[in-house]
């Protein structure tokens, strides 16, 4: 069954650690994408990538890095330099090219301890 | 700035048809309009999305004002699992969504 699985759905974190957040597709989609999401606000785009070794910044990237190196994993860490991490995180997937929907998983959701 | 206008909240009967409004009133001639939803603690679901013409898909339909500048999901007969936060994304590239706050829709028995 194809689609893009996020894990894990919970992750709680100490302070002044870094966390890495799982994001693996079986969609063969080229594009992927990390949002980050705050209670009763809409969705922030971290990062994307559109291809293989390759991704670029989004809107709020400060805090977090990412990396590429394969087709169905887009993994996100978020480092200790993000000073107010706790938030539902959010990553999707779409062909490249044309107006192709991006596809969502269920999220993980991070919190501070 | 999300770019879109929508209510912050709406009611529909079980079995109603629930019509959810969106104003874009600066779209631009290439942009189109995408609907998702999303479900309490769950990830954004697509729903159906139009550039000019009127569009229907097995969970919606999607009217566009002849302008343009407005649009309406419409759900025609909505179900409690029909509750969620509806948003409305005005964008020439799906690369970049922009999601606003978005309607809150509370289908009730």
């Known amino acids: 069954d194809g689609g893009i699985t996020q894990s894990p759905k919970y992750l709680f974190r100490k302070e002044g650690q870094n966390v890495t957040l799982s994001c693996e597709q079986n969609?063969?989609?080229?594009?992927m994408y990390w949002y980050r999401q705050d209670p009763g606000q809409g969705l922030r785009l971290i990062y994307y990538?559109?291809?293989?070794?390759?991704?670029q910044k989004g809107d709020i990237a400060e805090g977090y890095s990412v990396s590429r190196e394969k087709k169905e994993s887009f993994p996100l860490t978020v480092t200790s330099a993000q000073k107010n991490p706790t938030a539902f995180y959010l990553c999707?997937?779409?062909?490249?090219?044309?107006?192709?929907?991006?596809?969502f998983g269920d999220g993980t959701r991070l919190s501070i301890l | 700035d999300a770019k879109t206008t929508q209510p912050p909240s709406m009611d529909c009967a079980e079995g109603r048809a629930a019509n959810l409004p969106c104003n874009h009133s600066t779209i631009s001639g290439n942009e189109y309009v995408y609907w998702y939803r999303q479900i309490h603690s769950q990830g954004p679901q697509y729903i159906i999305h139009?550039?000019?013409n009127n569009e229907t898909n097995e969970m919606a339909s999607l009217i566009i004002t002849e302008d343009r500048k407005s649009s309406t999901l419409i759900l025609p007969h909505a179900t409690l699992r029909d509750t969620a936060v509806y948003y409305c994304i005005r964008t020439y590239n799906t690369d970049k969504l922009i999601f606003g706050t978005g309607t809150r829709l509370q289908v009730f028995p």
């Open positions: 969609l063969n989609h080229d594009a």
């Open positions: 139009g550039l000019k």
């Open positions: 999707a997937s779409n062909p490249r090219g044309g107006n192709q929907p991006q596809h």
């Open positions: 990538s559109q291809i293989v070794n390759d991704f």
